[in-house]
């Protein structure tokens, strides 16, 4: 039986970590966290969500001498000029929960005076065959939608309860994660990076 591949997902969070593992699962991938090699955290100085999941990447990538997959997003706003974007994870400073940013994204829309505003998740995922690698592997992924000011749903984590999906009538907290899984930000992004990871046959 052919052995599985080992790709490190540099992220410490339980809710993405889930994900990946669930979209991984058909191609014979297994999915290790960062905290299994004692990855180090690593300070998000970028300016966009692609420069900070490269960052993420090839940082994990120097100490684990794996293959490394590292994502990063966020939800944007547009009444709220693109906000939280980059900072999603960080909104309402460093180390704030899930529910304190939640809070703080909502208080803000508020405050502008505009219900259900238009906004989306965005991911960038990156994959680098090693810290140095010179030519990482980008793909990206937008899940359009609004924000409303009635949290509902206990599945995914972060922005999702408040994360308005039309197209299901229903939040993305809502949804089962095999539908997440398949119109989400993430998901869309993952499955055009395993496509370009297929054209450059670095799934063989």
């Known amino acids: 039986m052919e052995k599985k ?21 058909p191609y014979r991938i297994t ?27 090839r ?17 944007e706003v547009d009444i709220l000029n693109g906000e939280p974007g980059v900072y999603s ?10 529910l304190e940013n939640l809070q703080l994204l909502l208080r803000n829309i508020a405050a502008a005076g505009v219900r259900d505003p238009a906004a989306r998740f965005h991911c960038v995922i990156a994959y680098v065959r090693g810290g140095d690698d ?22 995914g984590f972060g922005y999702d309860p408040v994360f ?10 809502q949804l089962p ?10 998901g869309q992004a993952l499955r055009r990076l395993v496509e370009i990871m297929n054209e450059v046959k670095a799934l063989e």
């Open 5 to 25: 591949r080992e790709i490190v997902v540099a992220s410490g969070n339980p809710g993405k970590l889930r994900e990946f593992a669930q979209l991984f699962s």
């Open 31 to 57: 999915v290790l966290p960062q905290s299994a090699f004692a990855v180090p955290a690593v300070k998000e100085t970028g300016s966009s969500f692609a420069e900070n999941a490269l960052l993420k990447a």
């Open 59 to 75: 940082h994990a990538a120097s100490y684990t001498r794996r293959p490394v997959i590292a994502d990063d997003s966020g939800i």
């Open 89 to 98: 994870a960080r909104y309402a400073g460093e180390g704030a929960s899930d």
């Open 134 to 155: 010179a030519e990482p592997l980008l793909a990206q992924g937008i899940w359009e939608g609004c924000i409303t000011d009635k949290p509902a749903g206990e599945n």
């Open 164 to 173: 308005y999906v039309p197209s299901h009538g229903c939040t993305s907290a």
């Open 177 to 186: 994660p095999e539908v997440k899984n398949v119109i989400s930000h993430r």
